[in-house]
């Protein structure tokens, strides 16, 4: 069947027992057209992404607007339909990111011979939703859902690193930047060169500024738009790593990171 005379598979909508029936091919050049039209705005540009014929392009665009997976605005750009929308609010309902992370925290975990936290901003702390141990013969003192603070942790600090200058410094004025340890960032000013350092390099440190011993490299997780809202870090005893050593494993961690955010849906 072409897709010129194809019918379009939808969700709901169509007569009570009736199975629609479309080849391969119409599937996926309607697939195709509604991926291109969310994220192109102009007729042009959805043809030269799909790389289909005007007139099938068309015709699925035609289709995809009267049943509300796509919608043109004003200025005729193509937009989110209340289909899609939909949709997308209950997918959203429904992520497990410590499901969706686990087998890329695994890896991490035999790449690098550590213990692996992931955390999620919570307020203004951060509270560990997985953590992964290594075959080491020690266990960190850690657990999932201990609440820690987000100035004195590298997952803190990747998530405050995507902060502005005037965020920063409301967040300061909420939580304050209590000692932890002796080596904990206690001022605003020393925070603000912490967090330049941060997005110049795209991690964080964590150099026994939480607990005395224990160090981190952590890195930034993105949800869907783009928003710091998780971090994963690789946790060590520093008797075992210099800190050089530690921050050598930041690309593994960004590495990790990057990929649960595309599993998220953030794309570059």
Known sequence: M???TAPLVVVDGGAPGVRTKVSAGASEKTLLVLEAALTHSRFTA???ATGLAKATTHRILSTLVDRQFVTVGRDGSYLPGPKILSL???ALQHIDISAIARPFVDSLVQRSHCTIHLGVVNGDEIIYL???????PYVMPSRVGLAIPMHSTGIGKVVLGSYTDDELERFVARAGLPPRTDHTI???GDLRTEMGRVRRL???LDREENVPGL??????IRDLTGTVKYGIS???LMLEHTYQQMEAMAPMAIETADKISAALGYHL
């Open 186 to 188: 206690t001022s605003l």
């Open 2 to 4: 072409d897709i010129e």
């Open 202 to 204: 795209g991690y964080a």
């Open 215 to 220: 160090g981190c490299v952590a890195a930034p």
């Open 130 to 136: 997985v953590r992964a141990d290594s075959d080491k």
């Open 46 to 48: 959805v043809v030269e």
């Open 88 to 90: 997308a609010g209950r």
């Open 234 to 236: 690789i946790s060590t």
